[in-house]
């Protein structure tokens, strides 16, 4: 069992930054992913990373503005947002793949444990 614990998020202006945590309860041998989810809209990829190996990708309308990373130290993952836009809007969720085949990994039918989520909101 794997829980996770998001934290980060709040209310910016449009070209705003925000870095959302996810403390992990312990080190994560896998893929963790960022995922987000608007109202009324399917949960969507954002980025994800190869636990220790180095291996990010970002869906595309995030490309060169959010950034993963993680402190293995701190069993903690991150993104970091910038130019933020209000498409950006939504709650934000973290989550462990417990594989570390890295196919399809910003399907969020592959992951396994999940975290709350903390809500993102980017007004004009």
């Known amino acids: 069992q794997v829980q996770l614990v998001e934290s980060g998020g709040g209310s910016v202006q449009a070209g705003g930054s925000l870095r959302l945590s996810c403390a992990a309860s312990r080190y994560i041998y896998g893929i963790m992913g960022w995922f987000r989810q608007a109202p009324g809209k399917p949960r969507e990829g954002v980025a994800a990373i190869l636990t220790g190996g180095g291996l990010t990708t970002y869906t595309n309308s995030v490309q060169a503005r959010f950034t993963i990373s993680q402190d293995n130290t701190k069993n903690t993952l991150y993104l970091q947002m910038n130019s933020l836009k209000p498409e950006d809007t939504g709650m934000y969720y973290c989550?462990?793949?417990?594989?570390?085949?890295?196919?399809?990994?910003?399907?969020?039918?592959?992951?396994?444990?999940w975290g709350q989520g903390t809500q993102v909101t980017v007004s004009s």
């Open positions: 989550a462990v793949m417990q594989s570390r085949l890295w196919v399809g990994v910003l399907q969020s039918g592959r992951y396994n444990y």
